[in-house]
């Protein structure tokens, strides 16, 4: 079926990111995913063709445009040439609504600049090691005295960890107030007591910098406070995390249709007894499966963008996409890599690539099994 959720302004964009892609991407990222980080060069570059920031006002740097398609076309692009180390879908999807959002005037002025610019780079500290998707039960703190407060624990598994400059904190103000006592404090780099661990080993995703955070009695001004009091930090945080699912999904499907497109490809040109892949029946039942699941979660998702940038989507709307479209990604990488044989194994074939980075995806951003609970929560038994 035909796909109408771009307008031409979009699809000029789209080439406009394709080319920077092919450009400033591609040929490195191989070098990238042995280094364990991309560049911040890389960053600045992007800013400059106007890649962050979009919903940023066009008095700090930004576009003015509140329309997640843009964010959308970057996601995809990104995804179909492989290039899970650029942090990009993080700093615009994810971090933008609480700068944009979130901030008072004087904040706008201090970041919101850099962020449009790609000069600073953004990331948010919500897990820790005993505190996944349980945001309730983190242990981070944050003690006021007097214009400042003093921030003591750690995060994990924080994308853009060893390049980012400002980071949303998640923190307890008051440990005793349940969701109510959890706010959300701006750190910045070179605050003293703030330190970067280890840029963490994965089983994919290598050039994606993702680290440890260490904070040991670290000032914090009162000034870098998101909100206009303390305590509202867990509502902050439920209130953008379905943008936050929708980017994810976002990616698996971009991700789904990239290797399955690939895996015909592979099946046309590919000959097992005297014939190729795609005339087995087996082979064709499997990708019209595939086929058949890939095409209906697009337009789901293409229809979630729309709720989106309407203002309509709905936390469980974001959960089903989220957790559908992920658990779909790696169910046809998977197949994929079986119908490429021992090929599919082999990290020359980009199959294989895709296998070892999809697997997060059921995980990061609120596991599959929080999804179903928030949409059987829904139903109010």
Not at 101 to 115: I, S
Not at 158 to 176: A, E, H
Not at 209 to 215: G, N, P, R, S, V
Not at 339 to 352: I, K, Q, W
Request: aromatic letters at 10%; a negative charge.
């Amino acid at each position: 079926m035909r796909r109408d959720l771009f307008d031409e302004e979009h699809d000029l964009f789209r080439e406009t990111v394709r080319e920077f892609l092919a450009r400033e991407v591609v040929p490195h990222h191989a070098q990238w995913e042995k280094d364990g980080i991309v560049p911040r060069e890389v960053w600045k570059k992007a800013g400059e063709l106007g890649m962050f920031g979009f919903s940023v006002p066009e008095e700090y740097g930004g576009s003015g445009i509140s329309d997640f398609r843009y964010n959308t076309v970057i996601v995809e692009e990104i995804i179909r040439v492989g290039a899970t180390g650029l942090g990009f879908g993080l700093h615009n999807d994810i971090m933008a609504p609480y700068l944009v959002d979130l901030t008072n005037d004087e904040q706008k002025q201090r970041w919101l600049p850099g962020f449009a610019s790609g000069e600073l780079i953004t990331a948010i500290g919500m897990t820790e090691p005993g505190a996944g998707s349980d945001l309730q039960g983190i242990r981070t703190t944050a003690v006021r005295e007097g214009d400042h407060y003093v921030v003591n624990g750690q995060k994990t598994f924080i994308t853009n960890g060893i390049n980012s400059d400002l980071v949303v904190v998640v923190v307890k103000t008051d440990p005793s107030a349940g969701a109510r006592g959890t706010s959300l404090l701006m750190l910045e780099r070179g605050m003293e007591g703030f330190t970067r661990g280890r840029n963490l080993e994965k089983v994919g995703m290598h050039a994606q910098d993702t680290a440890e955070l260490f904070f040991q009695n670290v000032r914090v001004p009162v000034a870098n406070l998101l909100g206009d009091e303390e305590g509202q930090g867990f509502f902050q945080l439920m209130n953008n995390l379905p943008q936050e699912r929708l980017s994810i999904a976002v990616a698996a499907v971009a991700a789904a249709e990239t290797v399955l497109e690939e895996t015909i490809a592979y099946c046309r040109d590919r000959t097992a007894f005297g014939r190729n892949l795609g005339k087995f029946q087996n082979t064709r039942f499997l990708l019209a499966e595939l086929a058949t699941e890939v095409e209906i979660a697009r337009h789901y998702v293409d229809k979630c963008v729309r709720a989106l940038n309407a203002g309509e989507l709905t936390a469980v709307d974001a959960a089903k996409a989220k957790w559908w479209t992920t658990e779909l990604q790696n169910r046809v990488v998977d197949r994929c890599v079986q119908l490429h044989g021992g090929y599919g194994y082999m990290l020359e074939y980009p199959v294989a690539k895709a296998w070892l980075d999809s697997r997060v995806q059921t995980i990061y951003g609120g596991t599959t099994e929080i999804m179903k609970e928030i949409i059987g929560r829904s139903f109010r038994f």
